[in-house]
């Protein structure tokens, strides 16, 4: 499966933004998503998981109440809403795939990331 994320980039805190996956597989459906991110100096963190059908859905403590992650299995894209956007959110923001499972450890299938810098 090729991954591609799209939407980042600049904006100040407080803001909202919204980021995209396309997903080539037809077999996107079948396939857990999810979404990481790297900082500055940072190593790579889970952000955000979705089932299949969307039912079942995780989020870091950070990001709980201001990000929301979700799918369009008619357009192979997953999205990822965020709002009140803050500098430490500042990453490359990776998409990623499993076929199996939602544990961060589960996603094997990964995308070029998108690049957030939320000024201050």
């Known amino acids: 499966v090729q991954l591609q994320a799209s939407g980042g980039g600049l904006v100040q805190a407080g803001d909202s933004l919204r980021i995209s996956c396309a997903a080539s597989?037809?077999?996107?459906?079948?396939?857990?998503m999810g979404w990481f991110r790297q900082g500055p100096r940072k190593e790579r963190e889970f952000v955000a998981s979705?089932?299949?059908?969307?039912?079942?859905?995780h989020y870091t403590d950070s990001v709980k109440g201001r990000f929301t992650i979700s799918r369009d299995n008619f357009k192979n894209t997953l999205y990822l809403q965020m709002n009140n956007l803050k500098p430490e959110d500042t990453a490359v923001y990776y998409c990623?795939?499993?076929?199996?499972?939602?544990?961060?450890?589960?996603?094997?299938?990964w995308g070029q990331g998108t690049q957030v810098t939320v000024s201050s």
């Open positions: 597989a037809r077999s996107f459906s079948t396939l857990a």
């Open positions: 979705i089932s299949r059908n969307g039912d079942d859905i």
């Open positions: 990623a795939a499993s076929d199996y499972g939602l544990r961060p450890a589960d996603f094997g299938f």
